[in-house]
């Protein structure tokens, strides 16, 4: 199967940014993706690198689901028979989220994964905007097989990384902002190819780019394969459509399935004493 990581630059220009990201889904599917999927926040400037008092106009950028911006990828995803996913402000119930919806190759919305955990850092002050996901399904049972989806802080989780392995995923969607240097370099890249390894399936994060008002945004999207392996990589500092070829077959014979995943011992690790648990 082959997938798209659309890596693109944002502005404060919602409109001209959904119309790039919906050209880079027509280009993407004539390329003959089956799979096409967006960064975090991809069509806005990356709210959070400032504090929420900062900002007055936090209503015009929050979107319903299902919704206009779901809407017209639904009749794109149906068109060409492509599954897509987003990533989105999403306004819902007087609360906002960090949202990623995921549309079947029929056009269908099949649900939206909300992010779980919030951040809360220099430019990264997300506890002001986001209010956290507790959805009981992060992944969805596509017409290209099982999709979840880990929002840029959640991969730095395992409990979340080994959940969605748990729940049947064969490729895991990240949509990440993730900035030059940040932490040090290789080690984004390396949790997310030891979650791969870890739990038997691609990974696929998708990453902004840019400098924006704050942060400046590395790009660098890659696919990991579930033996740990970078299969594809984007540049970093431009707009560019990454495409892999992700062979499903590949996962039935990985470690994690082979042996990690069957020699869990669970019963047990409910009896382990925990220091820090809320």
């Keep these: 199967m082959k997938i798209a990581l659309v890596q693109q630059r944002a502005t404060p220009n919602l409109a001209e940014n959904l119309r790039r990201g919906t050209e880079a889904f027509r280009r993407a599917s004539d390329e003959g993706a089956r799979l096409i999927a967006y960064a975090e926040l991809a069509f806005l400037p990356f709210l959070p690198q400032v504090p929420v008092d900062h900002r007055t106009e936090l209503e015009s950028y929050a979107q319903p689901v299902p919704g206009p911006i779901t809407e017209e990828f639904s009749a794109l995803a149906k068109r060409y028979r492509v599954v897509a996913v987003l990533n989105l402000f999403e306004k819902a119930g007087g609360r906002t989220y960090d949202s990623s919806p995921v549309i079947d190759a029929d056009g269908r919305l099949l649900g ?22 507790d959805q009981p399904i992060y992944v969805y049972e596509t017409a290209l097989g099982k999709v979840g989806v880990a929002i840029c802080y959640d991969r730095h989780f395992p409990e979340y990384m080994r959940m969605l392995a748990l729940q ?4 895991v969607i990240i949509p990440q902002a993730g900035t030059v240097g940040e932490w040090g370099e290789g080690i984004f890249e390396g949790e997310v190819r030891i979650a791969a ?42 707009d560019h459509i990454l495409y892999a070829d992700c062979d499903f077959k590949l996962i039935s014979g ?25």
């Design 197 to 238: 390894f870890q739990n038997g399936y691609f990974a696929a994060l998708v990453n902004r780019v840019g400098r924006e008002e704050v942060l400046h945004f590395a790009g660098e999207s890659f696919v990991a394969d579930p033996f740990g392996r970078v299969i594809a990589r984007a540049p970093r500092g431009e």
């Design 168 to 171: 049947g995923a064969e490729i």
């Design 254 to 278: 990985c470690p994690a399935k082979m042996h990690f995943l069957p020699d869990r011992r669970p019963g047990l690790y409910k009896n382990f004493k925990l220091t820090d648990e809320k």
């Design 112 to 133: 939206a994964t909300r992010m779980v955990h919030i951040m809360e850092g220099p430019g990264f002050h997300e506890s002001g905007y986001y209010a956290p996901g």
